[in-house]
């Protein structure tokens, strides 16, 4: 069990659905982050929260809409996606503004866009 | 930019040793880490290594050569469960204490 917590672990959606993701954390990290990771590669930075404000954005479509509404939690709310958005979608956290603090990986949210 | 590589699969037996690399290229440094990922799972944080030398953790142990931008991570008396994906990661000195960037991942097959 992993100390990030993200729902639903499986989500299966049309491209005209609304759906969000969730993702909690109770280690008091003020840094927060989504990931999106295609089969046999590695996580692809999306959003980076730092103390509830969106710092980084990776020029990620319009179609993913990131949330932070407090310092445990962090959405993901998805519209009118691809499939090529089909993928595992991690959520991390970390101490923020310490250098040598990892990140912590929540077992991510396997969606699958028909 | 940053560029960083890593051997896409390797093979190895339980019980034995393996060394798994990591180059990177990047405009500056500061701080590399090393990730294990079992399919379908977490990534899990394994190693920090931000100066040269060697630290090590129970069975595994990480290097870093800063002036060749060079790491390696070293697996002592494998077991079947080592068995996963192996991440490089570099610390991207150009934004945030936040941002991390990976390696394409090295994945781990132990044979009995």
């Known amino acids: 069990d992993t100390e990030v917590t993200q729902t639903p672990k499986h989500l299966v959606m049309g491209m005209t659905n609304k759906k969000s993701l969730k993702c909690e954390q109770h280690m008091g990290h003020r840094a927060m982050y989504w990931y999106k990771q295609k089969a046999k590669k590695p996580p692809e930075l999306m959003f980076v929260?730092?103390?509830?404000?969106?710092?980084i954005n990776e020029s990620v479509p319009s179609r993913f809409s990131p949330e932070c509404p407090n310092s445990s939690l962090l959405n993901l709310h998805l519209h009118a996606l691809q499939p090529e958005d089909s993928a595992l979608y991690l959520c991390?956290?970390?101490?923020?503004?310490?250098?040598?603090?990892?990140?912590?990986f929540g077992d991510g949210t396997r969606l699958s866009i028909l | 930019g940053q560029n960083i590589d890593q051997p896409t699969e390797m093979t190895a037996t339980e019980g034995a040793i393996v060394q798994i690399n990591c180059t990177y290229q990047?405009?500056?440094?500061?701080?590399l880490f090393w990730y294990q990922q079992h399919a379908g799972e977490a990534p899990t944080f394994l190693s920090y290594?931000?100066?040269?030398g060697l630290e090590e953790k129970g069975r595994f142990s990480s290097f870093l050569s800063r002036s060749k931008g060079y790491s390696y991570l070293l697996l002592k008396e494998l077991q079947m469960k080592d068995s996963a994906s192996y991440l490089c990661?570099?610390?991207?000195?150009?934004?945030?204490?936040?941002?991390?960037?990976f390696g394409s991942g090295t994945r781990l097959s132990i044979r009995p």
């Open positions: 991390a956290s970390s101490q923020e503004g310490r250098g040598n603090q990892p990140q912590h």
């Open positions: 990661a570099v610390r991207d000195p150009y934004s945030s204490a936040s941002k991390i960037i």
């Open positions: 990047t405009s500056g440094f500061n701080g």
């Open positions: 929260y730092s103390y509830e404000k969106l710092s």
């Open positions: 290594n931000v100066l040269d």
